[in-house]
């Protein structure tokens, strides 16, 4: 499976953009990059996917480069509630395969 | 439609005992899925099943067995408990496998191996 390396922790307040970036130099040509949320005591939650360029859904952007080495998630103006878990994921290369979570990056909002 | 559910939410076994686990998804998936997660972990898989009458073991079945009863239900269960299989168990669905396929979770089973 393709290695993801993302920062175990990062800081912001309200209002502020947040880019999380994911590090995945092994990834495979037919490999999708796909963000996950999760909030303490819950399963996680799809946020969203993309495979290069930049993708926007209603929550958040994702820009992966030319050479789809790394992905930033970009969340905007973040809120108390963005707190969470955000967790990079990257297939094995097959185009079929189970998704492994690796650490995930704690994002932490305060007032 | 309630998504992916999970039962029990919480359970609390002595070393040797057994139980299962049960979920069930009312979204037609194809494909589910059994991870763990323990504290400050990421998930890992235990179990998944591609579709209706097929099983594979994921990254950490060791201790495990799992069952797709049909289509809607999927169930994890432990033969004989121990104390590091105390995690929180998620069961996950998705349409069809593939990692371009998006996994939706239930609430997860808490349990605790004394």
């Known amino acids: 499976l393709a290695k993801t390396t993302q920062p175990i922790s990062m800081d912001s307040y309200e209002g502020q953009e947040v880019n999380i970036t994911c590090s995945h130099n092994n990834i495979a040509t037919n490999d999708y990059i796909t963000w996950y949320q999760q909030f303490p005591s819950q399963g996680p939650r799809f946020i969203i996917q993309g495979y290069k360029t930049k993708v926007t859904n209603e929550v958040a952007s994702l820009f992966i480069p030319a050479d789809r080495k790394s992905?930033?998630?970009?969340?905007?103006?973040?809120?108390?509630?963005?707190?969470?878990v955000?967790?990079?994921?990257?297939?094995?290369?097959?185009?079929?395969?189970?998704l492994t979570f690796g650490k995930g990056t704690m994002l932490l909002v305060s007032p | 439609n309630a998504g992916v559910t999970q039962t029990p939410k919480f359970q609390v076994l002595?070393?040797?005992?057994s139980m299962t686990l049960q979920c069930a998804q009312d979204m037609n998936h194809n494909s589910m899925y059994w991870y763990r997660q323990d504290p400050g972990m990421g998930l890992r898989l235990?179990?998944?099943?591609?579709?209706?009458?097929?099983?594979?073991?994921?990254e950490v079945p060791n201790g495990y067995n799992v069952s797709r009863l049909n289509k809607r239900e999927f169930s994890l269960r432990l033969e004989s408990a121990a104390p590091s299989q105390t995690s929180v168990y998620f069961c996950a669905s998705s349409e069809a496998g593939g990692n371009q396929e998006t996994q939706y979770f239930g609430p997860g089973t808490r349990l605790l191996v004394l």
């Open chain 2, 14 to 17: 002595k070393t040797g005992q």
């Open chain 1, 71 to 84: 992905s930033t998630l970009s969340l905007p103006r973040v809120s108390l509630s963005d707190t969470a």
């Open chain 1, 86 to 98: 955000y967790y990079c994921l990257v297939g094995d290369g097959s185009g079929y395969s189970t």
């Open chain 2, 46 to 58: 235990i179990y998944y099943s591609a579709s209706e009458g097929t099983t594979d073991k994921g």
